[in-house]
Antibody, heavy 116, light 112 residues
Framework: EVQLVQSGGGLVRPGGSLRLSCAAS????????MSWVRQAPGKGLEWVAN????????HYVDSVKGRFTISRDNAKNSLSLQMNSLRAEDTAMYYC?????????WGQGTLVTVSS | DVVMTQSPLSLPVTLGQPASISCRSS???????????LTWFHQRPGQSPRRLIY???NRDSGVPDRFSGSGSGTDFTLKISRVEAEDVGVYYC?????????FGQGTKLEIK
């Protein structure tokens, strides 16, 4: 059974940093692109970032470029999202997902709240 | 960026009746390898999204056959042949052909 277990959300002040993690199991992690997608409260889904199987390629939505970094540890089957210089508009539920072009399985989500 | 436009945004449907959601993209979603990366997701309140359909018309395992996807190029449709109570929630289309990936605004299906 595919499992994506997320951790690391919470309340952070504007300008602060947070690191999200996603522990993957039940599939061959190194065979898949991985994604982060977010959803602001009461809003729709927004794609955030993708990373290739070997970590050699990363893509980001413009609004997070230079502030967020997606990474993966294939030895530990884990995906991360380092978020710096956080803004109020980054407040959202963040989901990790398996796959890039058409994410299949999704984590349970982790809430990030940016507020003073 | 590729803009994904869904309609309608709100869809009240009587149980047992069909439903249809349109998704239009501002650019062709045909990738260089010939695949069209148009995906449909369903999200119930308080839950993570669930993938229903990938590459326009391929139903995921466990998805009832009352769900079907069709379309090509820039014009796509999700159809539910007979709506059931469990189908309520928000439906999103997403394109995975171009960077950045983009989602439609979502269509909220409710039972009349």
């Amino acid at each position: 059974e595919v499992q994506l277990v997320q951790s690391g959300g919470g309340l952070v002040r504007p300008g602060g940093s947070l690191r999200l993690s996603c522990a993957a199991s039940g599939f061959t992690f190194t065979s898949y692109w991985m994604s982060w997608v977010r959803q602001a409260p009461g809003k729709g889904l927004e794609w955030v970032a993708n990373i290739k199987q070997d970590g050699s390629e990363e893509h980001y939505v413009d609004s997070v470029k230079g502030r967020f970094t997606i990474s993966r540890d294939n030895a530990k089957n884990s995906l991360s999202l380092q978020m710096n210089s956080l803004r109020a508009e980054d407040t959202a539920m963040y989901y990790c997902a398996r796959g890039g072009a058409a994410p299949t399985d999704w984590g349970q989500g982790t809430l990030v709240t940016v507020s003073s | 960026d590729v803009v994904m436009t869904q309609s309608p945004l709100s869809l009240p449907v009587t149980l047992g009746q069909p439903a249809s959601i349109s998704c239009r993209s501002s650019q062709s979603l045909v990738y260089s390898d010939g695949n069209t990366h148009l995906t449909w997701f369903h999200q119930r309140p308080g839950q993570s999204p669930r993938r229903l359909i990938y590459k326009v018309s391929n139903r995921d395992s466990g998805v009832p056959d009352r769900f079907s996807g069709s379309g090509s190029g820039t014009d796509f449709t999700l159809k539910i042949s007979r709506v059931e109570a469990e189908d309520v929630g928000v439906y999103y289309c997403m394109q995975g052909t171009h960077w950045p990936r983009t989602f439609g605004q979502g269509t909220k299906l409710e039972i009349k």
